[in-house]
């Protein structure tokens, strides 16, 4: 079992940046693919960046150039720096950790950004 712990989430103004936060209850170093997911208000989640083998990335064209996913198995965090934010970006972020067969959320963590 593993508790996945987000922070970093506030209210902030369009232009601003934000770091969340994952911790893992214990080593992530197994779990091939390390996600943040948001979702907003009357919206279905939906996949913002995802971390494959602690080397690959990828992206939702919405925040393709703005948002950085890393992680750091070391710490047994993954961290998602938020650039140049918009209120579209307005959510509930949530970290995900998945390995074949097995996959923990976190609680999420609220980002919300409004002039």
């Known amino acids: 079992q593993v508790q996945l712990v987000d922070s970093g989430g506030g209210l902030v103004q369009p232009g601003w940046s934000l770091r969340l936060s994952c911790a893992a209850s214990r080593s992530i170093f197994s779990f091939n693919t390390m996600a943040w997911y948001r979702q907003a208000p009357g919206k279905e989640r939906e996949l913002v960046a995802t971390c494959t083998s602690g080397v690959s990335t990828n992206y939702a064209d919405s925040v393709k150039g703005r948002f950085t996913i890393s992680r750091d198995n070391a710490k047994n965090t993954v961290y998602l720096q938020m650039n140049s934010l918009r209120p579209e970006d307005t959510a509930v972020y949530y970290c995900?950790?998945?390995?074949?067969?097995?996959?923990?959320w976190g609680q999420g963590t609220q980002v919300t950004v409004s002039s």
């Open positions: 995900h950790a998945l390995r074949p067969g097995l996959y923990y």
